[in-house]
């Protein structure tokens, strides 16, 4: 048996703050500029949401938008709530949703990379437009048609534009 007081007592007591900072630091949120997994890899993953780069500016594909109302919102935690039973694969698989990605190069799509690296890295340091990672977008499906828009990493799916008149990639 250890003596009380005694240092070299043959065991350690765990730091509950040391523990818990290892713990936060294992979730390993997305950095500016950091590189994820493809999304092969993912997807037989359910989403996780993230609102950590939520475009708030009260443009129209902002989430805030002057526009926006109860329905609104009730539509979009009604489509999170029904994509998270789903994988990703099923997403992408479910035509009615619309899950695939968004080139931002594509000259049908009114969203320039610069659009998304001003959400990622405001002050424009430690990323550049080719480094951006790939937008996905999602049909909410409820009765106002409006699309969720954000990125993956590691199989969260990070909200950042709420896009309800489909201005970002127009209906064909």
């Known amino acids: 048996m250890a003596k009380k007081g005694n240092k070299n007592s043959g065991f350690d007591i765990p730091d509950p703050k040391k523990q818990l900072e290892n713990a936060i630091n294992s979730l390993s949120k997305y950095k500016v500029g950091e590189q994820g997994i493809p999304f092969?890899?993912?997807?037989?993953l359910k989403p996780f949401f993230a609102f950590d780069y939520l475009s708030l500016e009260k443009t129209d594909l902002c989430f805030n938008c002057k526009t926006n109302d109860r329905d609104d919102l009730l539509g979009l935690l009604e489509g999170l709530k029904k994509v998270s039973s789903f994988t990703y694969e099923k997403m992408r698989l479910t035509k009615a949703l619309r899950f695939h990605s968004i080139d931002l190069w594509d000259k049908e799509v009114n969203?320039?990379?610069?659009?998304?690296?001003?959400?990622?890295?405001p002050s424009y340091r430690g990323m550049t437009e080719n480094e951006l990672p790939t937008l996905y977008q999602f049909d909410l499906q409820y009765t106002i048609e409006a699309r969720a828009v954000g990125f993956l990493y590691k199989g969260i799916f990070y909200l950042v534009w709420y896009d309800r008149n489909h201005i970002i990639y127009p209906k064909k």
């Open 111 to 121: 969203l320039q990379p610069k659009d998304f690296l001003k959400i990622l890295a």
């Open 40 to 44: 092969h890899s993912v997807k037989n």
